[in-house]
Every structure is written in structure tokens, then in C-alpha cells.
């Protein structure tokens, strides 16, 4: 369930009007009918502007040997927070997402990944977040991937944010 209005769109900037619910299931039944298998990761990524912090969110559906496509998020936030907390913003925002849509993904049998761009290396200041996104993320139950692996927030929100 979704906690507040969202806006979702492509990667060519087409809005949709439908909730990540939604578009999910549709896209889940089109693929499918499609005969392609899919995977979904959900990943966040940030930046920081001044006293602002942009954030986007991706939901990439995986058509195996066959591309993939991404729906995505934007938000804006102003406020002043450390590294720590900023990295586990974004991991919030993935987990709700994932939150949102995992009956769905549940129903039609696809398989999800959280992504965190979250850097496995200590000497990146990400890393200080590490162990808490990992136990969040795992916690919940879902399958969770860090650089270099997280592509869905290191690559696809990173683009958009």
C-alpha cells in the first residue's frame, strides 16, 4: 500500500498516472504473455545539491536475454544529513517499494532483488552503512545486492536522480 500520491515514469520521461502497484501487475502480464521470464530489482540513489537532497528510485523488470525496462521514482528533499543516514534513506525508500509490490511479484512467481549503492569497500564513505542496510534488507526477507552488483540504484536511479 502506498502511503502518499507518486509519480512514476520511464527512462525516456514518460509519466504514468497508475500507482508502482499497478504498473507492475500490468507490466508483469505483459511480459509474461510475451513468454519472457522476469526478475525485478529495486534500488535508490542520491545526491546532493546545497541543503537538498534529490532521490530517485528505480523498479527494473529483467527480461532474461531480452533487455530490461525501468519505472522511476524523483523525490526532493531538503535537509542536512550525514553520509550514514542519507545512504539508509535511500535504502528506506528501495524497501518500501519493494514492500509495495512483492504480493504482486509474489502472485506471478518473479523472483526480487534490493539494491543498495552502498559501496562494499570500507575505504568509501558509504560503507559506514553497510551492516545496516544489509540487516534491513535481509531482515525484511529479500535478497539484497551491494556494488559492484546493485545496478538497479548504481546505474538506473543514478541516471535519473
Known amino acids: ?9 520511464n527512462m525516456n520521461g514518460k509519466i504514468f498516472q ?15 504473455a510475451n513468454g519472457h521470464r522476469l526478475k525485478v530489482c529495486v534500488g535508490s540513489d542520491s545526491h546532493v545539491y546545497g541543503d537538498a ?3 530517485a528510485t528505480a523498479v527494473v523488470f529483467i527480461r532474461e536475454g531480452k533487455g530490461a525496462f525501468t519505472f522511476i521514482r524523483k523525490e526532493r528533499e531538503i535537509q542536512t544529513i550525514s553520509i550514514k543516514e542519507r545512504m539508509l534513506n535511500e535504502v528506506n525508500k528501495s524497501v518500501e517499494i519493494a514492500y509495495a ?3 504482486v511479484l509474489d502472485t506471478y512467481g518473479v523472483e526480487m532483488e ?3 549503492d552502498i559501496n562494499t569497500d570500507p575505504d568509501f564513505k558509504s560503507n559506514v552503512a553497510l551492516k545496516d542496510a544489509m ?5 525484511m ?8 552488483f546493485a545496478f538497479a540504484s548504481s546505474n538506473c536511479a543514478d541516471m535519473m536522480v
Not at 500500500?1 to 515514469?9: L, P, S
Not at 540487516?135 to 531482515?139: T, V
Request: net charge neutral; glycine share 6%; with cysteine.
Open 1 to 9: 500500500m502506498e502511503t502518499q500520491q507518486q509519480t512514476w515514469q
Open 18 to 32: 497508475d500507482s508502482i502497484t499497478q504498473l507492475v501487475e500490468k507490466a508483469i502480464i505483459r511480459e509474461q
Open 53 to 55: 537532497i534529490n532521490y
Open 101 to 103: 509490490i512483492c504480493a
Open 114 to 116: 534490493v539494491h543498495a
Open 135 to 139: 540487516g534491513y534488507i535481509l531482515g
Open 141 to 148: 526477507g529479500y535478497v539484497f545486492k551491494a556494488k559492484p
